[in-house]
């Protein structure tokens, strides 16, 4: 499995964190981005039409908050 999840958060988010534990419950690797950390994290979760956290990007594909049917469709495209 490859580890090109993406999780845009920053600490103290309760959905982003539910999201980071689903992942790792799912044995799927991701990546944390920070957004308070860099702005060009910010920039980028922008740039996907977004403008709050928790998103987890793979491949195409983002989806916005703890999204459970959304998410779960992304981790089965993740594990292929």
């Given at each position: 499995m490859s580890a090109n999840?993406?999780?845009?958060s920053t600490s103290g988010c309760s959905d982003c964190n539910q999201v980071k534990q689903l992942l790792t419950s799912k044995g799927v690797p991701f990546e944390?981005?920070?957004?308070?950390?860099?702005a060009a994290y910010q920039d980028e979760v922008e740039q996907l039409g977004f403008?709050?956290?928790?998103?987890?990007?793979?491949?195409?594909?983002?989806?916005?908050g703890f999204n459970?049917?959304?998410?779960?469709?992304l981790i089965d495209a993740a594990a292929e």
């Amino acid at each position: 499995m490859s580890a090109n999840v993406i999780v845009y958060s920053t600490s103290g988010c309760s959905d982003c964190n539910q999201v980071k534990q689903l992942l790792t419950s799912k044995g799927v690797p991701f990546e944390v981005r920070d957004v308070m950390a860099s702005a060009a994290y910010q920039d980028e979760v922008e740039q996907l039409g977004f403008m709050g956290i928790p998103v987890t990007v793979y491949g195409g594909r983002a989806v916005k908050g703890f999204n459970l049917p959304e998410l779960q469709e992304l981790i089965d495209a993740a594990a292929e």
